[in-house]
C-alpha cells in the first residue's frame, strides 16, 4: 500500500498519533514454496524461542485441567499435523461439503473422496476455464485429498464402501435429503457397521416443513435472513459474494467434527453432526435478529433511515453499508473513483477517535460544536457528516486514506479488488493467497488455509485427479488382496458404464 505524501500535514493538525505502521505493499510474486518454506521458518522460528524459553517449575507442573500427555519436545510444525491418523470417507460434492472436508485435509486428515465413476464431482465440469482439465472450482476446493471412484449403488460398490466405513472415523456428505439411505447407508447402518463413526451432513434446512429440499448457495442466503438484511433500504433484497451458505456452513460442519471426535476420545462412539445451511446462515446473521428486537424498543438510530427520518417496518431493514455495531461506518469515494469501481475505503466514525477525525478532514470546530461532539449528538446528521468525510477522502487515494487514517488508529478498509487480493504480497507470504501446480491445468492461484496453527503447519497439494487413488486405497488402505482388486474392478463398480455403440 502506498504511503501518503500528505500525511504530514494531517500529522501537524492532529492529536495522539500513532508511530506510522509499516503498510505491507500490494503486487509480488510468490509460489506455494515460498509460502510453505516461510510458513515453515515462522515455525521453526517459534520453536527455537520456545526452546530458548526455559519454562518454570510451576509450568512445568501444570496441566490445563486435565491429565495431558508430557509437552513432546520436538520443535513446533514438526511434531505432525493436528489431525494426523484422522480418516475421513468425503462423500461431499460441490462447494459447502468440500469446504468442510478441505479444511480436515489441511489439518492432516487422509481425506478419501468417493465420486461417482466418469463423472466424479459435477463441479470438476462446471465453469471450465481449461479444456480437458479440472475447473478452478473443483480444484479450489479438494486441495489434500485423494480419489476413489466407487458406484455406491453397485453391489461390489457397497462392498468397498463397507470396508471404508469400517476404516474410517468420519463420513462426510452433502447429498440431497434422503440420498444416502437410498443408498443403503443409513445412520442405523453404519452406526451397526462402525459405532465409532461419526457421520456428518450439509442439508440446506433442518427437520420442518422444508426438510425435503435441495438447497444451493443463494437460497440459503435467502432463507437464513442474510437477503432480507443486505442491500440498500429502497432496493431489491441482495445475494453477497461471500459464500456464507455453501462454504460458511462447511466451516460450522467442520467444527461439528471436530467436536464430535473429542467427544468420542471420551464416549469412544460415533454421533450424528448436522448443519443446516439455513442454520448456518442465520448464525452468521446474528446480529440482524438482535435489531429485529431491539425494533420494539424504537428506532434503530444507528441506522442511517433514522437519520433521514424515515418511519422503520416491523421487520429488520436493509441498512446499506452502514456498519451495525453503534460505530457509524460507510463506504465513501476515493480519488480515481470515476473510473475504478473499487476506488473506496470503508470509514468508521468511531467514538474514541472523533477528535482525530475532526482534525484530519479539517473540521476542528466540531469537536465542541454541541451537534457533533458526541456520538449522540451525531446519529441523526451522519448523511451531513459522512459527506463532508467523502469530500476528504476523494482527495486521496484508498491506499494514501488508509496510511493517514491508521495513523490515528480510525477504523477504515480500502475496498479491495480481487486482482489486488491476488496480488498482495503479504498475503502471499501467509501462506493465505498460495500458488499451486496441477498436472492438466498448470499453475493457479488458490486461497490456502486461513486459520493458521503453529504447530501444523498447512501444506497445500494440488486437487486429485478423478480416481487418481482407487488403486492405493484398495490395496493400502483397504487391504483388498490382488484377485479381489481384479473381481471388483471387473464388476464395473468402480468405473463409468461403457457407452452403448452408436447403430450403424
Ligand atoms: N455412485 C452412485 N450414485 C451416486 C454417487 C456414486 N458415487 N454419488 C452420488 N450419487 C447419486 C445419489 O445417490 C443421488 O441419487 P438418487 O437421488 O437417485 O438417490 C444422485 O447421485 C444425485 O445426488 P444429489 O445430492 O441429489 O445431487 P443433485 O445434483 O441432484 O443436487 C444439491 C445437488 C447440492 C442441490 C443437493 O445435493 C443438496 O441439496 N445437498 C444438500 C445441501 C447442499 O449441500 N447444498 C449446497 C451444495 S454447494
Not at 164 to 177: G, M, R, S
Request: hydrophobic share 35%; aromatic share 6%.
Amino acid at each position: 500500500m502506498a504511503k501518503s505524501k500528505k500525511s504530514a500535514k494531517a500529522k501537524s493538525k492532529a492529536p495522539a498519533k500513532k508511530p506510522v505502521r509499516k503498510v505491507v505493499k500490494l503486487a509480488a510474486k510468490s509460489t506455494s514454496k515460498n509460502t510453505i518454506k516461510s510458513a515453515g521458518k515462522a515455525a521453526s522460528k517459534s520453536a527455537k524461542s520456545a526452546k530458548s524459553a526455559k519454562p518454570a517449575k510451576s509450568a512445568k507442573k501444570a496441566n490445563g485441567n486435565g491429565a495431558y500427555p508430557k509437552p513432546v519436545a520436538k520443535p513446533f510444525g514438526e511434531a505432525g499435523k493436528a489431525l494426523e491418523g484422522v480418516r475421513i470417507l468425503d462423500f461431499t460434492h460441490v462447494q459447502s461439503g468440500p469446504t468442510c472436508t478441505q479444511l480436515l485435509a489441511w489439518f492432516g486428515a487422509d481425506v478419501i473422496k468417493v465420486e461417482r465413476p466418469g463423472v466424479g464431482d459435477i463441479t470438476r465440469g462446471q465453469l471450465v476455464d481449461v479444456k480437458g482439465a479440472d475447473s478452478l472450482y473443483f480444484t479450489m476446493l479438494n486441495h489434500n485429498k485423494r480419489s476413489i471412484t466407487i458406484d455406491s449403488k453397485h453391489p461390489q460398490g457397497k462392498r468397498v464402501l463397507d470396508e471404508l466405513i469400517k476404516k474410517c472415523d468420519v463420513l462426510v456428505e452433502n447429498f440431497a435429503p434422503g440420498a444416502l439411505d437410498r443408498m443403503g447407508l443409513t445412520w442405523d447402518y453404519i452406526h451397526k457397521v462402525n459405532p465409532r463413526m461419526i457421520v456428518a451432513s450439509v442439508k440446506g434446512f433442518g427437520p420442518g416443513p422444508y426438510e425435503d429440499c435441495k438447497v444451493y448457495e443463494n437460497v440459503a442466503q435467502c432463507t437464513g435472513g442474510s437477503a432480507s438484511t443486505t442491500g440498500f433500504r429502497d432496493g431489491l433484497p441482495l445475494v453477497t459474494g461471500a459464500q456464507i451458505g455453501d462454504s460458511g456452513t462447511g466451516l460450522h460442519l467442520a467444527l461439528g467434527i471436530v467436536t464430535a471426535l473429542f467427544q468420542r476420545n471420551r464416549t469412544g462412539r460415533g454421533q450424528r453432526v448436522l448443519c443446516a445451511m439455513q442454520d448456518g446462515v442465520l448464525n452468521l446473521c446474528r446480529v440482524k435478529l438482535r435489531d429485529q428486537q431491539r425494533l420494539k424498543a424504537g428506532p434503530l438510530t444507528e441506522y442511517s433511515q433514522y437519520g433521514e427520518g424515515i418511519p422503520f417496518g416491523d421487520a429488520t431493514p436493509r441498512a446499506g453499508n452502514d456498519s451495525g455495531g453503534g460505530q457509524p461506518g460507510r463506504i465513501l469515494k476515493c480519488k480515481g473513483w470515476e473510473d475504478d469501481p473499487n476506488a473506496y475505503i470503508y470509514f468508521i466514525t468511531q467514538a474514541p477517535v472523533w477528535q482525530a477525525i475532526c482534525d484530519v478532514i479539517g473540521e476542528p470546530g466540531w469537536k465542541t460544536d454541541p451537534d457533533f461532539a458526541t456520538p449522540k449528538a451525531r446519529l441523526p446528521r451522519l448523511n451531513q457528516i459522512f459527506e463532508r468525510i467523502e469530500e476528504w477522502t476523494k482527495t486521496k487515494t484508498k491506499f494514501e486514506a488508509m496510511d493517514i487514517l491508521n495513523q490515528y488508529d480510525i477504523p477504515c478498509g480500502p475496498i479491495l479488488s480481487m486482482k489486488e487480493l491476488a496480488e498482495d504480497e503479504s498475503l502471499r507470504k501467509t501462506g493465505t493467497v498460495v500458488e499451486v501446480d496441477h498436472p492438466t491445468r498448470g499453475k493457479y492461484l488458490t486461497v490456502g488455509n486461513p486459520i493458521k496453527l503453529s504447530d501444523s503447519i498447512t501444506e497445500v497439494k494440488r486437487s486429485p485427479l478423478l480416481g487418481e487413488h482407487t488403486d492405493e486405497i484398495l490395496t493400502d488402505v483397504l487391504g483388498f488382496k490382488a484377485k479381489d482388486v481384479a473381481e471388483i474392478k471387473n464388476s464395473g463398480a468402480l468405473s463409468a458404464p461403457e457407452k452403448e455403440e452408436k447403430a450403424a
